[in-house]
């Protein structure tokens, strides 16, 4: 069994394309008729659908594969607590199913990868949710320590009052649509002209 493009994408770190990879190789051996199960990197594979954020395709992948494997292989199982985490929107439990094992070589890279895009989804979703949020559920989120929390948030604009612990989020800017410039219009206008006649 050939893996040497998924070693290539994870030496690259292209994390985001691991899962379509996995599911094109999974496809091509399962069609060789060829046993796979023992060899193949179903860890990798199930982090890949979690770090594109596919929790459906993880499903059916953690579905699919054998109990037998499932049992011999305790990355595995850690890596589909993340996905139940995931799937139940235990926010602060991904954090926990992160630090809660000793990844592999091979899968500490997209590990870390995820964790940082991770917090990066968690920020822009307490960012666009919220106005006003306490430290302690900063931190609770971000799967941080409340010092940790506050370092984070506050390199990225937030303020603190620390006399009721609470942050006040930074909205990004909108952008609202500029305006035509009525000169580029009428260019415009004229060239569409010229090409009609």
């Known amino acids: 069994m050939d893996l040497s493009q998924l070693h290539d994408a994870l030496a690259s770190k292209s994390y985001d394309k691991v899962a379509d990879l996995c ?18 990197p179903y860890a990798i594979h199930l982090l890949g659908h ?8 993880a499903r059916f992948l953690w579905k699919s594969i054998p109990q037998g494997v499932k049992e011999s292989r305790p990355e595995l199982v850690a890596v589909w607590k993340i996905g139940q985490c995931l799937w139940t929107r235990d926010y602060a439990g991904v954090y926990g199913a992160l630090r809660g094992f ?26 666009n949710a919220y106005s006003t949020i306490s430290v302690a559920d900063v931190a609770h989120f971000m799967g941080m320590s409340e010092e940790d929390a506050t370092k984070y948030v506050l390199q990225h604009g937030w303020s603190l009052d620390l006399s ?3 942050f006040t989020v930074k909205k990004p800017k909108i952008i609202t649509d500029q305006k035509l ?17």
Do not use: C
């Not at 979690?50 to 395709?57: G, H, K």
């Not at 219009?185 to 002209?193: A, G, M």
């Open 164 to 166: 009721s612990q609470m």
């Open 102 to 127: 000793e990844w592999s070589p091979l899968v500490v890279g997209i590990i870390n990868a995820f964790s940082e895009n991770y917090t990066k989804r968690m920020f822009q979703l307490l960012t």
């Open 50 to 57: 979690l770090y594109v954020n596919d929790l459906d395709s």
């Open 23 to 40: 599911d094109e190789l999974l496809l091509h051996v399962a069609s060789t008729g060829v046993s796979y199960h023992e060899e193949w």
């Open 181 to 197: 410039d009525p000169s580029k219009l009428q260019r415009l206008t004229e060239y569409v002209f010229h090409l009609e006649h």
